[in-house]
């Protein structure tokens, strides 16, 4: 009997930063918050699992969310001030 591998289809979506693209967090008074990323003819919204309430793994997520963006902006930035010929200083 052989072995057969399952695998997964893989979908991978490429939104690219560019003049206009932004981020933002929407804290509402009756509901979870949603952060929306705009990246002018696309948006993603990110939600928690419910409207009304907030799970301990909607929790980590939005930690591990949040170091990872940190971790990427550090990156991004470190990228921009080496090949910038502004003498270090972002625009």
Request: positive net charge; glycine residues 8%.
């Amino acid at each position: 009997m052989s072995r057969h591998r399952r695998s997964r289809a893989t979908s991978v979506i490429n939104l690219n930063t560019g003049h206009g693209a932004k981020a933002g967090n929407h804290p509402y008074p009756t509901r979870t918050p949603v952060l929306m990323l705009d990246f002018g003819a696309t948006s993603v919204l990110v939600t928690t699992t419910a409207s009304d309430q907030v799970t301990a793994s909607d929790v980590d997520f939005a930690r591990q969310l949040a170091s990872e963006a940190h971790a990427f902006a550090v990156s991004v930035e470190r990228m921009f001030l080496r090949s910038s010929g502004n003498g270090g200083v972002p625009a």
